[in-house]
Structures are given as C-alpha cells and as structure tokens.
C-alpha cells in the first residue's frame, strides 16, 4: 500500500540538499487484520508539526519511516471480535494512532501515556489503509465531515493540554504558538472559561485567526514588548495559565515571566533534545509557586474531543489539500507556513462514502 514515509534522516529545513531529509511515498506491506482490529481506508491524513522531527531522526533512524497519525476513513473490514464498540463496516471514524494495551503496570495506574506496549499498534496512516485495534478507533458525529475529522487526534491534545492546566473558569490563559495546536487549546480554554484569552504569535495571519476564533488580545513577540503587554492586559499580575504550543527554544524562555503567582505553565510541545531552560528555582518556585508541566501523547482524551469536534471551528485548518502522491509537495508548503494545517487525501474520498 502507497504510504508517505521518511526516506532520508535530516532536517527538511536543511538549506544543502546533500544534508536535507526526504519525504517520498513508498510502498509498505498492508498489517495483517487481527480478530479486534479494524482497517480503515484512510480519506485524509494531516501534517503533523512534529512529522519533520521524524525526519530529523526523533523517534528513530531506519527508513523508510511511515508517517501520519492524524486520520480519519471508512472502516472496510472488521476482525469478527471487533464489534464491541458497535463498529460497522461503511462507518466514518477516526482515531487514536496509539493504542494503550490496558494490561502493563501504567495502565492499571490510570496513566496510559506511559503503556510499555504503547508502539504495537503505531502504524503509518498517511497511506491507503490503516490497521487499528478497536480501541483506538472512534465513529464520527454526523455533522462532522471526513476531512475536520482528521483532526481528532490534535483536538485530544488539545483536550489533554486543557486536563494539564486544571484551569478555573475565570482564569487568565496565554497560549504561545498558533500552529494548529495552539489554535486548537485556544479554542478549547475559551470554552473551559478563560478570560484575558491571548495569543502569542509572530505571524500576524495566524494571530488573525485567533482573533476569528476566541482570542481577546494577541501579543507580536517579536513587534512588541511581550512581558509590557502580558502585564497591561492582567492588571500588573501575569496569567494564571500559560501554554506553549510553539516548541521555539527562544518563545518558550519569557514565559515563566508573563506567569502569575500560583500559576501553570504548560510546555505543550516537542523540543530539541538536550535544551535546557533556565529556571531560578527562587523566583519561580519558592517565591511564585508556578507549576510546570508537559504533555508527551493525550491518553483519555479522545471521547471527549469528539464530543467537542462539532463546537469547534475547523474550516481554516482544512483549506490545503494535497493528493498522496504530491506529498513531497505537501510536506514543502507545511514547511512555508502559508496554511495552518496541510492536509493528504489518502484515496479519492468521494468514492468512500
Ligand atoms: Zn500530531
Ligand atoms: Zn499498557
């Protein structure tokens, strides 16, 4: 089956074409379907931030390396136990591309993030079909269409960043970053009751769009004096939640300070391996009491994402649209910024539904 995949280990950003990394499409052997798993022929597959940290060698260096884990399609087959959770072939689903076993140490502790079993089931869905067990497959609401349904996967995260901020309705929330995750836990804070709602963000298209969505106040932090405004817009007391969804090692260095006492601050993103962040263990932890925290994969998230997909607005992370086979080309126009999402239909969509 056609899949996108690393071909190359490297940064796809590299500007020698010797040292750059490579996407192509490659053809890998369709998961043998076991008695709970389901296949799903994949309509849309989107562009994940972190899929160029792939290609830089993150997770691991063997390639090809098949990409995708934000997916939704049409379930074409089911193994003959894979009805639990009403599943019929023809349903539009989406999914969890992480499947949590629910029978390691960590999942008996209601912390499945950390399931040692947590890679059996990582398959590539950037690709004509893909192989889940039936826990990690979801059916779409009515009103939601194949192509927003792709995006589950980044609403849970987005839904899991809101569980980590144990937000108060009234709370003073900053996101950094409007890449598709900060737009996505901004949408979802304003609807857990955030006040002073702000976007941080240099690109001013992608501050817009905040603004179109929920966001009070935007701040240019390269424009503008980020800590002056952050203290304008909370009356001199900073937020009481921060989230990064930037991962930029110099976006992530003020936020501490736009923080409010008793605060949390949420590093919501991949980073470079090996980057330290100054941290005065007085200021920031004794005097202020901040909580800091991270999100690795959103366990326990995806229901209720679901139940959100319909509330949110999705229409401008859905406008580019590429074939499998212009993956290369997607993956350019990823990289460019112009979109806030890029998107790759994985079969001629209209002939699944
Ligand atoms: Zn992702
Ligand atoms: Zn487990």
Redesign the pocket.
């Known amino acids: 089956m056609r899949t996108v995949a690393v071909t190359r280990i490297g940064s796809l950003r590299a500007t020698d074409e010797g040292d750059r990394g490579r996407i192509g499409v490659v053809d890998l052997p369709e998961h043998p379907l076991g008695p709970e798993d389901v296949r799903i022929r994949v309509a849309y597959a989107a562009i ?1 931030g ?1 899929d160029p940290h792939l290609a830089e060698g993150f997770f691991g260096t063997d390639v090809p390396i098949g990409l995708g ?2 997916v939704s399609g049409v379930v074409e087959a089911l193994g003959e136990r894979a009805t639990r959770n009403g599943l019929r072939v023809g349903d539009r689903v989406a999914g969890n591309f992480l499947r949590f076993c629910g029978t390691c140490r960590p999942c008996q502790e209601g912390r499945q993030q950390f399931c040692e079993h947590i890679q059996d089931y990582n398959r590539p869905g950037m690709s004509e079909t893909v192989t889940w067990h039936e826990s990690q497959v979801y059916r779409l609401p009515e009103s939601v269409t194949l192509l927003q349904g792709c995006l589950l ?2 609403v849970s ?1 987005a839904v899991r960043i809101a569980d980590k901020t144990r937000i108060r309705v009234g709370d003073r929330v900053a996101v950094c970053g409007g890449g598709p995750i900060g737009q996505l836990a901004l949408q979802v804070m304003s609807r857990y009751g955030a006040t002073s709602l702000t976007m941080i963000e240099p690109i001013a298209e992608r501050r817009a769009l905040a603004l179109r969505t929920g966001a009070e106040h935007v701040i240019d932090p390269v424009g503008e004096d980020q800590g002056q405004r952050a203290l304008e817009i909370t009356q001199g007391r900073g937020y009481d939640v921060v989230i990064d969804a930037s991962g930029s090692t110099r976006a992530v260095r003020g936020l501490l300070d736009i923080a409010a006492k008793g605060a949390t601050v949420i590093y919501g993103a991949m980073y470079p391996t090996g980057f330290e962040l100054p941290l005065d263990l007085s200021e920031h932890l004794y005097l202020r009491e901040l909580t800091l925290t991270g999100v690795f994969v959103s366990p326990y998230a995806f229901p209720r994402a679901l139940q959100l997909l319909p509330h949110l607005q999705l229409e401008e992370m859905t406008q580019a649209v590429f074939d499998l086979e212009d993956a290369e080309r997607a993956f350019e126009v990823h990289l460019s910024g112009r979109f806030p999402k890029v998107v790759i239909r994985c079969n001629a969509v209209e002939e699944l539904v």
């Open positions: 994940c972190s884990h934000e996967e980044p995260v």
